[in-house]
Every structure is written in C-alpha cells, then in structure tokens.
Nanobody, 120 residues
Framework: QMQLVESGGGLVHAGGSLTLSCAASGRPFSAYTMGWFRQAPGKGREFVAA????????YYADSVKGRFTISRLNAKNSVYLQMNSLKPEDTAVYYC?????????????WGQGTQVAVSS
C-alpha cells in the first residue's frame, strides 16, 4: 500500500499562484508515474498532469498547459504542482495520484485531496 499526503491548497485571487506538494510513503516512490487530478463541485474527477519516474516526461491537460508545472524529487519521495495564472475555473479538490497509467489515466493510489479555491 502507498500513502499520499497532499498539502499547499488554499484560497487565492485570480491570476495568483499556488504550489501543491505530495509526500509519498509505503512503496518505492521512484518506480511510479505520479500525477495530479482534480474534481470541481458537481463534476467528475479529471486528469491535470503526470510525470514519469525519471521526471523526464511530463503530460498536461489542455486546460492547464502553459500555466501548471509538475515536478518530482525522488530523494524526498515528493511530487509537486506549481500553479500559475490561476483562474476561477481551477477551483477544485486536487488529488495526488501514484501508479498512473499514461493515456488511460488509471490510478493505483490516491491521496485524500487538498482544496484549491480561486476567487474572481
């Protein structure tokens, strides 16, 4: 089993920035593709970004491309999501995910989520 704990959520004005962090434990972190997903009120959970085990390859949803950056630090068992130029439509609960399957975006392990609210 793998445990994922997110932090860094909060309330920010439109145009602002936030950085989410996810700390992993319980399984060999560096073996997994990691990702971030989000779920807005009344909507389904959607893919946001993913990063392969080496950090070389990253993938983004079109809605966040150019504004969000995913990164990881295997030595710290951590993955990050830098979010810039935030918009009200980015408001959602953001979930860290491990063992992400590329293209299908199936997920092996989920964190508990952290709330991001963007005011207009």
């Amino acid at each position: 089993q793998m445990q994922l704990v997110e932090s860094g959520g909060g309330l920010v004005h439109a145009g602002g920035s936030l950085t989410l962090s996810c700390a992993a434990s319980g399984r060999p972190f560096s073996a997994y593709t990691m990702g971030w997903f989000r779920q807005a009120p009344g909507k389904g959970r959607e893919f946001v970004a993913a990063i392969t085990w080496s950090g070389v390859n990253t993938y983004y949803a079109d809605s966040v491309k150019g504004r969000f950056t995913i990164s990881r630090l295997n030595a710290k068992n951590s993955v990050y999501l830098q979010m810039n130029s935030l918009k009200p439509e980015d408001t959602a609960v953001y979930y860290c995910a491990a063992d992400v399957t590329l293209n299908t975006w199936a997920v092996g392990y989920w964190g508990q989520g952290t709330q991001v609210a963007v005011s207009s």
